[in-house]
């Protein structure tokens, strides 16, 4: 397993540029199911968690090339239907091929995702909505088996709006006999990708970007070609380490519109930001940071997946801050190894409370999650010393080489391969 090593307090400078989103891609890539031949998936991130969607697609019969972010999909030879546990389990965003295998074959067997690094995350809201569709949905030996004849539009209302089940009921309802609405809906940019994409293919949306979806079903898909959006949460993290290192650098690519809740935070907090179509600047150098409070909120409320990212931000915060997660009431793997690193934070049910700190100081620490360990990593710029993070696996699942990019920005960062723990 490899591990980073940071030798931290290098103020961070220069230009990098934002990969395609994670969370898009692998909405979009299932998305292909729904139509049959050879489709197109522009400025795709090389990602683990893409590579973990591929094996799961190709062993259902999709062929495909990945050359230079451009990721094609042949889906004219499906062979099986079934998303097993040894794939689910790695990645949770499996269950994404029922709606589309649902809609496409009338069958899917899909494993049942497990709990994940912070605690229970159900797919109830999945469910509820293909049986709304029409299928029969059956629970068997940790497997979901759904079989429907035909898909039939109907009226669907989620109580949360679940990311995961609005893109999944929506790769089911473009194919559905008649019209569906599904109200209170996720509005992630994610999810505008992803209805873009199916438009593409003939479908028909109203309501895209709004908590109120209108699907009208059609007979046939046909194959398309999208651009992956530009990945906010990475643009984020990489902003963070800006601020975090009191550097001043120029985030490429990332679209400001899908970040105004962190962006208004991180003036809160007194750093100055530029942007405009192509570039977002941040400005941190000699600023005195502010502890500015958060609540996490669904989009476009600042996002659960930038949580852990603020959190080590502020643990350098002239003053105490509190951080409230709404969406995961228990995603705080990461504050006892921030601890670890000289913070000062207490959390109590789903806020942290920081008390800011004069300095950091680098240790070994273990990643637990996705995030967790990106704000590991943004903690161990900002230390003195040498800070080890391990397990670093968790990170490349969802950021492209971050190492590198964080060099190219002047980071003293290494990436040692085959580490014991
Ligand atoms: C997506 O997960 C993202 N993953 C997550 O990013 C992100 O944290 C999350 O949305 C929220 O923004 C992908 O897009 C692949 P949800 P998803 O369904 O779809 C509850 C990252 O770091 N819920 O919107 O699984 C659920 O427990 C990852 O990149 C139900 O109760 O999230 C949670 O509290 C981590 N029943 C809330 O809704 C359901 O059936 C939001 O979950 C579904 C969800």
Redesign the pocket.
């Known amino acids: 397993m490899d591990k980073f090593i940071i030798h931290g307090g290098k103020k961070l400078k220069g230009s990098v540029k934002v990969s395609g989103a ?2 898009a891609s ?2 979009l890539m299932p998305a292909t199911l729904v139509n049959n031949g050879i489709n197109k998936l522009y400025n795709t991130p090389e990602l683990n968690d893409v590579y973990t969607m591929l094996k799961l697609l190709s062993q259902m019969g999709v062929k495909y090339s990945f050359n230079n972010h451009l990721l094609e999909l042949d889906t004219s030879s499906i062979t099986s239907y079934e998303a097993p546990y040894e794939h689910v389990k790695k990645m ?2 499996s269950i994404y091929v029922l709606g589309p295998l649902l809609a496409r074959y009338g069958y899917a067997k899909v494993s049942m995702p497990g709990g994940c690094a912070w605690g ?8 509820m909505a293909m049986e709304k569709l029409g299928a029969e949905i059956q629970l068997d030996q940790g497997y979901i088996i759904a079989r429907s004849n035909r898909l039939k539009g109907n009226y669907i209302n989620f109580d ?6 609005t ?1 999944n009921t929506l790769m089911a309802a473009v194919l559905a006999k008649g019209n569906t609405i599904i109200n209170n809906a ?1 509005c ?1 940019p ?1 999810i505008t990708n992803l209805c873009n994409y199916l438009i593409k293919m003939g479908a028909k949306i109203n309501g895209i970007g709004t908590s109120i979806l209108e699907v009208e079903g059609v007979d046939e898909l046909k194959p398309a070609e999208i651009e992956t959006i530009p990945d906010r ?1 990475e643009a984020g993290t990489l902003l963070i380490a800006g601020a975090i290192t009191r550097g001043n650098i120029r985030v490429i690519g990332g679209v400001t519109h899908h970040l105004h809740s962190l962006l208004s935070k991180l003036e809160d907090s007194g750093c100055k930001l530029a942007y405009n179509k192509d570039y977002i600047e941040i400005n941190a150098e000699d600023v005195e940071v502010s502890p500015v409070d958060v609540t996490t909120a ?2 476009p409320g600042f ?3 930038m949580q852990a990212q603020w959190i080590a931000y502020m643990s350098l915060a002239n003053g105490t801050s509190n951080v409230t997660d709404t ?2 009431t228990d995603r705080f793997n990461h504050v006892p190894e921030l601890v670890r690193l000289g913070a000062d934070i207490i959390v109590h049910e789903n806020t942290a409370r920081i008390v800011g700190v004069k300095r950091l100081t680098g240790a070994k620490v273990m990643s637990t ?3 967790a360990s990106a704000s590991l990593v943004l903690a161990g710029l900002a230390a003195e010393g040498t800070t080890e993070v391990l397990r670093v696996y968790h990170i490349d699942r ?1 950021y492209q080489k971050i190492e590198e990019k964080l060099k190219t920005l002047g980071a003293d960062i290494e990436r040692v391969e085959g580490s014991e723990y």
């Open positions: 994670k969370n692998l909405a949770r965003a229970p995350r159900p797919v109830n809201l999945h469910l949360i709006p679940s990311v995961g089940a893109g996720a992630e994610e949460i669904v989009f996002p659960t997946d969406i995961y999650d996705l995030r969802g």
